[in-house]
């Protein structure tokens, strides 16, 4: 079946230092969402990408789509206290039945030291 | 307040104590879903439901039921719970559809910590 990798699993900074984490995929994607989870909270949106080589920008967090739609990454420009959490990807398969059949990324745990 | 609502929110039971954690949402979303959150696994798909009356297997749908008999409502019945069912679980919904950079935005509920004893 579909398999979606996170990469890190864990990343530690300094405030101020810049942040990246990478989700590839075992198989083309339609889309690929981005969600952040506090500690303690539950998963919240934050994008959806759907077109090839597809950049967003909100704010200090950019999005990326690769060419292939099989890999994503989202990098956060100088890190503040209120970016930690895990931030999850999820991808939606393209083409086939599983329309709806989302699969996350395992996650990376972002911490923010002062 | 648009939102989506799990009960309960914490129970610990035995095995084989048949449960329902219920789910609803007040959006008119055609699509939810449920995860659970394991530590080191992330999120992973159990069941999702197009619309009323579709629903399709996830990605670990073994040892749960849903059904989807009204658009609101989205309960996950575990008929004989079994201690490897104890996990975090969650209950998201979306409307379905668009490319735009918030279509498909699925809105999550608050959880429900599961332990079979």
């Known amino acids: 079946g579909q398999q979606v990798m996170q990469i890190p699993q864990y990343q530690h900074v300094q405030e101020g230092e810049d942040f990246t984490t990478y989700c590839n995929s075992s198989?083309?994607?339609?889309?690929i969402q981005w969600y952040k989870q506090r500690p303690g909270g539950h998963p919240v949106f934050l994008i959806q990408?759907?077109?090839?080589?597809e950049v967003k920008k909100q704010k200090r967090l950019t999005f990326q789509f690769g060419e292939a739609k099989k890999n994503s990454s989202l990098h956060i420009t100088a890190t503040q206290t209120t970016d930690v959490g895990t931030y999850f990807c999820?991808?939606?398969?393209?083409?086939?039945?599983?329309?709806?059949?989302?699969?996350f990324g395992q996650g990376t745990i972002l911490t923010v030291h002062p | 307040e648009a939102q989506v609502t799990q009960n309960p929110r914490y129970l610990i039971t035995v095995t084989g104590k048949k449960l329902t954690v219920t789910c609803s949402q007040n959006?008119?979303?055609?699509?939810m879903s449920w995860y659970r959150q394991d530590p080191g696994l992330g999120l992973r798909q159990i069941y999702y439901?197009?619309?009323?009356?579709?629903?399709d297997k996830g990605d670990v749908p073994e040892g749960y039921k849903v059904s989807r008999k009204e658009k609101r409502n989205f309960p996950l019945i575990l008929e004989s719970p079994s201690p490897n069912q104890t996990s975090l679980y969650f209950c998201?919904?979306?409307?379905?559809?668009?490319?735009?950079?918030?279509?498909?935005?699925?809105?999550f509920g608050p959880g429900t910590r599961l332990t079979v004893l």
């Open positions: 998201a919904s979306s409307l379905r559809g668009g490319e735009g950079p918030r279509d498909n935005e699925q809105f």
């Open positions: 198989t083309t994607l339609s889309n």
């Open positions: 990408l759907v077109k090839s080589g």
């Open positions: 999820a991808g939606l398969r393209a083409g086939g039945t599983s329309y709806g059949k989302l699969t």
């Open positions: 959006m008119n979303h055609e699509y």
């Open positions: 439901s197009m619309n009323v009356e579709v629903t």
